[in-house]
């Protein structure tokens, strides 16, 4: 699969991405989710930052499924979503080639 690269800032909160792309004639809407998990909102202490995105990850909405963990830093990780829908639709695309 190819990728393009498309920079968002590191804002705090949520950021709601809805990207409509043609791709060989085909329109699609896709949308993603960029979030910012803070090390300091581990319900349970740790030094393991895995066990501690696991944790924050363990109750996340349902709707949306991992797609990417950026870099961590000493505040947080941004961790990007995609709608599960566009996920399926994605693995449609590409077993069609």
């Known amino acids: 699969m190819s990728y393009i690269a498309i920079p968002i ?3 705090p909160g949520k950021q709601d991405i809805e990207i409509d792309v043609t791709i ?7 949308h993603y989710r960029v ?8 319900h349970v202490p740790t030094f393991d930052r895995v066990e501690c995105i696991q944790q924050m990850l363990a109750g996340y909405d349902r ?10 830093n000493d ?9 599960k829908e ?4 994605q ?3 590409l077993m069609a080639r």
């Open 9 to 11: 800032s590191s804002m």
């Open 35 to 42: 979030e910012l998990f803070y090390w300091g909102d581990c």
């Open 75 to 83: 505040e947080f990780v941004p961790i990007t979503f995609v709608k």
């Open 24 to 30: 060989n004639g085909q329109k699609q809407a896709l």
């Open 91 to 93: 693995r449609k695309l």
């Open 86 to 89: 566009d996920l399926a639709k």
């Open 63 to 72: 709707d949306w499924s991992l797609y990417y963990i950026g870099a961590p």
